[in-house]
């Protein structure tokens, strides 16, 4: 937060000093705990993230994502009140891909 001055003019030439509070967040949020998730499945998952963000606060506390393809991690994004964005990893551990059969050994004999 920065406090500064300034001077606005009539059209007579008549002025006044105003001070003024200038907000300026540059600064991006930051990632807090998330779901936890310690096996794998094989169906969709919704994992949230929190959000903290000392300046202009963030836009919501708990961001949210569900995921429907098979992965180990994720992405979740969270903003601040100011636009300004995170990306956050995220366990996810779904694996929706079948085992395959093979056969070793020789050919069987009937």
């Known amino acids: 937060m920065e406090f ?4 606005i003019y009539d059209v007579a030439g008549n002025s006044q000093s105003c001070s003024v509070d200038v907000r300026v967040d540059k600064a991006k949020p930051t990632c807090g705990s998330s779901t936890t998730f310690t096996s794998w499945v094989n ?4 994992n949230s993230v929190t959000c903290t963000d000392s300046d202009s606060g963030c836009s919501k506390s708990s961001f949210s994502n569900t995921f ?27 694996d929706k891909i079948a085992p395959t059969c093979t056969s070793s050994g020789g050919g069987a004999t009937w």
């Open 68 to 94: 429907t393809s098979t992965a180990e991690t994720g992405s979740i994004t969270i903003t601040d009140a100011a636009g300004n964005s995170q990306s956050c990893t995220v366990d996810v551990l779904i």
């Open 43 to 46: 169906t969709d998952r919704t």
């Open 4 to 7: 500064g001055t300034i001077t």
